[in-house]
């Protein structure tokens, strides 16, 4: 960062007052910059004993098999988030049945947030950001050709537990 979005003015990387965490605070109008993480929101969509995974249209990890989820927007709760990224990716309307786990990756400075969703329907089709869409069975995830690690763990745990009543939410970390 370079100059503030308030004033234009320049920035400076330093310790404000108060804090303990370098930050970009403006030079001339005192405005300190926070670099917060990202927070990404997403579904693990079920059909009857099926999960429906999407195949990625767009870098990074192009080709490879993932959970519908993206980054929040201003203004949008977890949720609404989770449900309108498995419409952008999967052409799928869900129900959000509940808060699945929470994710933290600090060396990419995200936040997951996953969701138990289901379709009322078995109708989906790929989106702008999705060569195709699949409900695979538990014994059909093609594991090996997951796109991320968070996918690969939250589809783990959903195999393991996918029974448990109720559910508990889980809070885990990807570390490098």
Not at 93 to 119: R, T
Request: glycine residues 4%; aromatic residues 10%; charged residues 25%.
């Amino acid at each position: 960062m370079k100059y503030c979005s308030l004033c234009g003015a320049t920035v400076s990387s330093k310790v404000p007052q108060g804090d303990n965490v370098m930050r970009y605070v403006c030079d001339a109008c005192d405005t300190v910059h926070y670099q917060n993480p990202k927070i990404v929101a997403g579904c693990i969509v079920t059909w009857q004993d099926r999960v429906l995974l999407c195949r990625r249209a767009i870098e990074p990890r192009y080709g490879l098999w993932t959970i519908p989820a993206g980054f929040m927007e201003l203004g949008e709760t977890a949720n609404a988030a989770a449900a309108r990224e498995t419409m952008e990716e999967a052409c799928a309307v869900v129900e959000i049945d509940d808060l699945f786990a929470l994710y933290n990756i600090p060396h990419v400075s995200q936040v997951y947030i996953i969701f138990k969703a289901h379709l009322n329907a078995p109708e989906y089709s790929p989106g702008e950001e999705s060569l195709e869409t699949e409900l695979f069975s538990v014994d059909e995830i093609p594991w090996e050709e997951l796109a991320f690690p968070v996918v690969s763990a939250a589809l783990k745990r959903f195999v393991e537990n996918r029974d448990e009543t109720p559910h508990r939410p889980f809070v885990g970390d990807i570390i490098r």
